[in-house]
T-cell receptor, first 111, second 114 residues
Framework: GQQLNQSPQSMFIQEGEDVSMNCTSS?????WLWYKQDPGEGPVLLIA?????ELTSNGRLTAQFGITRKDSFLNISASIPSDVGIYFC???????????FGAGTRLTVKP | SAVISQKPSRDICQRGTSLTIQCQVD?????MFWYRQQPGQSLTLIAT?????????ESGFVIDKFPISRPNLTFSTLTVSNMSPEDSSIYLC???????????FGSGTRLTVV
């Protein structure tokens, strides 16, 4: 079953606002990833994090790998309508090749 | 990263029948996975498709229900057998090329069982 707790479940924001979502786990992961899924499509990788404490940006997106290796957050600055979608966190351990996904955060941006 | 072609993109099937989903990758990949995404839900790993050997299934998924083939490093199939309405989901193929690119997903197969 799922081992990642992602919050919030959904967000309704105004265009231009900043967004923050996070993921926590009771287990340690060696890699944290953040994906976005648009309707009718598979998830697309946004940011990958490989080291505890790592802070990585991709345009308006910033994500951090928690020091304890049990959490990660994703921030989106100055949101725009095309940011609408479902954002998933995912964790991976070295011993396993598969990923485990959070439940997702459904983002709605009002113009 | 890799480009994945997944077919069919969607299908409506009668209960009791089977559907085979194909996943074709434009480059050789070691790791290939099949995920299920039930309506409004997150992704759940079904199995790891192993080239040249039987797939490795996650808890709750069995080979008789979800037989998988992996004849080479660029292709895999997932069959959903003896379907029921509870099997209505999006089925996604995923591969990893290099650690830097994470996992790449196909666009999915949206299955509706009536």
């Amino acid at each position: 079953g799922q081992q990642l707790n992602q919050s919030p479940q959904s967000m309704f924001i105004q265009e231009g606002e900043d967004v923050s979502m996070n993921c926590t786990s009771s287990s340690i992961f060696n890699t944290w990833l953040w994906y976005k899924q648009d309707p009718g499509e598979g998830p697309v990788l946004l940011i990958a994090l490989y080291k505890a404490g790592e802070l990585t940006s991709n345009g308006r997106l910033t994500a951090q790998f928690g020091i304890t290796r049990k959490d990660s957050f994703l921030n989106i600055s100055a949101s725009i309508p095309s940011d609408v979608g479902i954002y998933f966190c995912a964790g991976q351990r070295y011993n396993n090749n598969d990923m485990r996904f959070g439940a997702g955060t459904r983002l709605t941006v009002k113009p | 990263s890799a480009v994945i072609s997944q077919k069919p993109s969607r299908d409506i099937c009668q209960r009791g029948t089977s559907l085979t989903i194909q996943c074709q990758v434009d480059s050789q990949v070691t790791m290939m996975f099949w995920y299920r995404q039930q309506p409004g839900q997150s992704l759940t790993l079904i199995a790891t498709a192993n080239q040249g050997s039987e797939a490795t299934y996650e808890s709750g998924f069995v080979i008789d229900k979800f037989p998988i083939s992996r004849p080479n490093l660029t292709f895999s199939t997932l069959t959903v057998s003896n379907m029921s309405p509870e099997d209505s989901s999006i089925y996604l193929c995923s591969v990893v090329v290099t650690r830097a690119y994470g996992y790449t997903f196909g666009s999915g197969t949206r299955l509706t069982v009536v």
